[in-house]
């Protein structure tokens, strides 16, 4: 995944997010806040650029108190290709599994996708 902090980069994701809402809402606020001076302390993500599929939003690492906290330790995710957001939970980069977390977004098939990805872990999922 590839980390986006550059100004002109958020402010064009931002765009790209406007024109594909109601879906993107829950990463538009955040890309919105970190554009906008960070006081939160979030990351935002993406899969490429600047032809993404996916953007995830979280907690920048550093600032994880308590692992245990999935309040704390929330992301949101916006897709296109589902399958790309399936290879991304498949791996370590995008989700860190040692902790406990919450994942946000609005489409379809986000639960089951997250699901089976713990499941593949043999971790479980509440």
Excluded: I
């Excluded at 958020?10 to 790209?16: D, I, K, V, Y």
């Excluded at 245990?68 to 589902?82: A, G, L, R, W």
């Amino acid at each position: 995944m590839l980390l986006l902090t550059c100004p002109a980069q958020l402010r064009s994701l931002e765009e790209a997010l406007r024109r594909r809402l109601p879906t993107s809402l829950p990463v538009l606020g955040t890309v919105m806040t970190v554009a906008r001076g960070n006081p939160a302390a979030h990351e935002v993500l993406v899969d490429s650029w600047p032809d993404f599929s996916v953007v995830l939003t979280r907690l920048r690492p550093e600032e994880h108190k308590d692992h245990k906290d999935f309040y704390t330790n929330q992301m949101t995710v916006y897709y296109q290709d589902e399958g790309v957001w399936r290879a991304l939970l498949g791996g370590n980069e995008a989700v860190g599994w040692t902790r406990a977390f919450q994942v946000n977004g609005m489409q379809d098939g986000l639960y089951e996708a997250v699901r089976e990805a713990a499941d593949a872990r043999g971790l479980r999922l509440d």
